[in-house]
């Protein structure tokens, strides 16, 4: 089998880099020398002599891992603390209100979607008590003055006033 020029030029160029490096390279010099223990016959001695060894080497990692990639320690668990009730906040703001055949139709905005609320009526993509409003949020209840809505990762119950929209305005 004829191997391309391409690649004999490429190994020879490989291993004279090599060579090079072995004889021009940085010499490192071993940080501790290990001197073999001389053989004694006292057991006494023997187990000073043992200790001493044991206590002159050193483990040495062959395979250091760089600090940027060691994992972060993780902190102690903590004792579970009792979540605390925040009172998040509700994007919807109440717009206005008209009625329609004795109903009153609610409508809700958080700036970039309107959402109608009504208690009962037949009307199409319109939210009612206990249908969604958001993803965290459903509809509690209608009442005349205010809104009920409901957060439900906590199920924390939240009261929007209506303000002005209390009463079917005069004609």
Not at 19 to 27: D, I, R, T, V
Not at 115 to 129: E, F, I, Y
Request: with cysteine; hydrophobic share 45%; aromatic share 6%.
């Amino acid at each position: 089998m004829k191997i391309p020029r391409y690649l004999v030029i490429a190994l020879a160029a490989t291993g004279l880099v090599v060579m090079a490096s072995q004889f021009w390279g940085q010499s490192e010099e071993p940080s501790s020398v290990v001197r073999p223990v001389k053989s004694v016959r006292n057991p006494a001695t023997a187990a000073a002599v043992t200790r001493q060894a044991d206590e002159r080497q050193e483990i040495v990692d062959l395979f250091p891992v760089p600090e940027v990639l060691q994992p972060v320690a993780a902190p102690e668990p903590q004792s579970p603390a009792v979540a605390e009730k925040i009172d998040p906040p509700f994007a919807f703001q109440v717009v206005g209100a008209w009625w329609k055949d004795g109903q009153r139709i609610v409508i809700i905005s958080d700036g970039a979607h309107s959402r109608l609320l009504c208690q009962q009526c037949q009307a199409a993509g319109v939210v009612r008590p206990g249908e969604a409003l958001a993803l965290e949020w459903r509809l509690d209840s209608i009442a005349d003055d205010h809104l009920m809505v409901e957060w439900l990762p906590q199920n924390l119950l939240k009261r929007i006033e209506l303000g002005d929209l209390k009463s079917k305005p005069a004609r």
